[in-house]
């Protein structure tokens, strides 16, 4: 079953401004990840945060997780128009020596340049 | 480092065929691939998690029959649709992991599939 929730579906914003994507998911988690893809690309790779961690920065990036109200938020700063892209969150359950991701809907963000 | 490549990007066949798609970690081993369907504007969907030499495991609703799953080495695994249809249509994505990691998936660019 989908664990991941995002919020905004869509959102669009304009380039330099901050843009700001939730994430809500339902059962227990490992990490929580955060994937971009470029339209009919694979997946890149953004930040891992672990469910014993509260927040976590790199670069223009910054995650927040909160296993109380299972949510998570990205939070992307000064954003550019090469941002423009669909944003996915991925909750991870580790069972032994295997691991899960299983996928929200996605967000989709434009940048205006 | 921790390229995932996939062959062919795209593929158009017809009603019946079969396709087979690779997926090869280019720069490391991978005990654990995975592949994932994404149909347009809609999220990823895991299909089967593929263990180098032993049987894939398949999620619940997937064919094991009609989408065969072979990981003969380290770093290759390969997804065949059997008898394809074109609601078999989309775009297949497969990840690695590192050999003795857990956490972090390595996307390939993906594969996507047309029957006509």
């Known amino acids: 079953s989908q664990q991941g929730e995002e919020d905004p579906q869509a959102l669009s914003i304009q380039e330099g401004e901050n843009a700001t994507m939730n994430c809500s998911y339902k059962t227990s988690i490992n990490n929580l990840q955060w994937y971009r893809q470029n339209s009919g690309r694979g997946l890149v790779h953004l930040i891992l945060i672990r469910s014993n961690e509260r927040e976590k920065h790199s670069g223009r990036l910054r995650v927040t997780l909160d296993t109380s109200k299972k949510s998570s938020s990205l939070l992307i700063t000064a954003s550019r128009a090469a941002d423009t892209a669909s944003y996915f969150c991925?909750?991870?359950?580790?069972?032994?020596?295997?691991?899960?991701?299983?996928f929200g809907k996605g967000i989709t963000l434009s940048v205006r340049p | 480092g921790a390229v995932v490549s996939q062959h062919p990007s795209r593929v158009i066949c017809k009603s019946g065929t079969s396709v087979k798609i690779e997926c090869r970690s280019l720069?490391?081993?991978?005990?654990?691939m995975f592949w994932y369907r994404q149909f347009p504007k809609q999220s990823l969907m895991l299909m089967a998690t593929s263990n180098e030499g032993s049987k894939a495991t398949y999620e619940q609703g997937v064919e094991k029959d009609k989408f065969l799953i072979n990981h003969a080495s380290l770093t290759l695994s390969t997804l065949t649709v059997t008898s394809a249809h074109p609601e078999d249509s989309s775009f297949y994505i497969c990840?690695?992991?590192?050999?003795?990691?857990?956490?972090?998936?390595?996307f390939g660019p993906g594969t996507r599939l047309l029957v006509l």
């Open positions: 990840s690695a992991r590192l050999a003795g990691g857990t956490e972090t998936q390595y």
């Open positions: 720069d490391f081993q991978a005990t654990t």
């Open positions: 991925a909750t991870g359950l580790i069972t032994g020596a295997n691991s899960k991701l299983t």
